[in-house]
């Protein structure tokens, strides 16, 4: 077993915060968003069209910017339609591609959310950091989550200024 490249102190704790954060921080983000409706994949769907000029994009770059497969997507994307939160329409320009839309009742819905979405983010994760902590923590993810994305630019804090 001397072969192992095991986790050095610092690393080790970081992993353990990591680990507290997905097992406990995260479940209680998704009973959150499920006592309004919504799964957290559904949330991020709707997130990502509020940002989109006339909130709608392609499929192909909902998918990128929610960090899902095209068939993850639309499997998730179904209660949404049904629920009137988001409609999927011909992309005009290329007619083998679709458009999928934020609809005023998505909008409404995702402002009536957000609010409680964000405290509960808040105080689970970033009530806990000071400011130099919160960039530290950005910084030090973007990495991560760019090495597990297909679309890592979407992920790069100084596109944001961080």
């Not at 997130?47 to 989109?52: D, I, K």
């Not at 994307?77 to 999928?100: F, H, Q, W, Y």
């Not at 009742?105 to 509960?120: M, Y």
């Not at 400011?131 to 989550?145: D, E, F, I, Y």
Request: glycine share 4%; aromatic share 4%.
């Amino acid at each position: 077993m001397s072969d192992i490249n095991w986790l050095n102190n610092t690393e080790k704790d970081a992993w353990l915060g990591l680990l507290a954060v997905v097992n406990r921080a995260f479940p209680e983000i998704s009973r959150d968003l499920q006592d309004h409706g919504l799964l957290e994949v559904h949330y991020h769907i709707l997130v990502a069209l509020s940002a989109a000029p006339n909130f709608t994009m392609r499929l192909s770059e909902l998918a990128d910017r929610a960090n899902l497969s095209q068939s993850r997507l639309t499997h998730r994307m179904r209660c949404l339609v049904d629920n009137g939160d988001i409609e999927i329409s011909p992309d005009p320009t290329d007619g083998r591609a679709k458009l999928a839309t934020l609809t005023t009742a998505g909008q409404k819905r995702l402002a009536e959310v957000a609010p409680h979405h964000l405290a509960t983010v808040r105080r689970l994760i970033f009530d806990h950091l000071n400011p130099a902590q919160t960039k530290a923590l950005a910084t030090s993810l973007a990495p991560v989550a760019a090495g597990l994305s297909d679309h890592p630019e979407y992920l790069n804090p100084a596109r944001r200024g961080i």
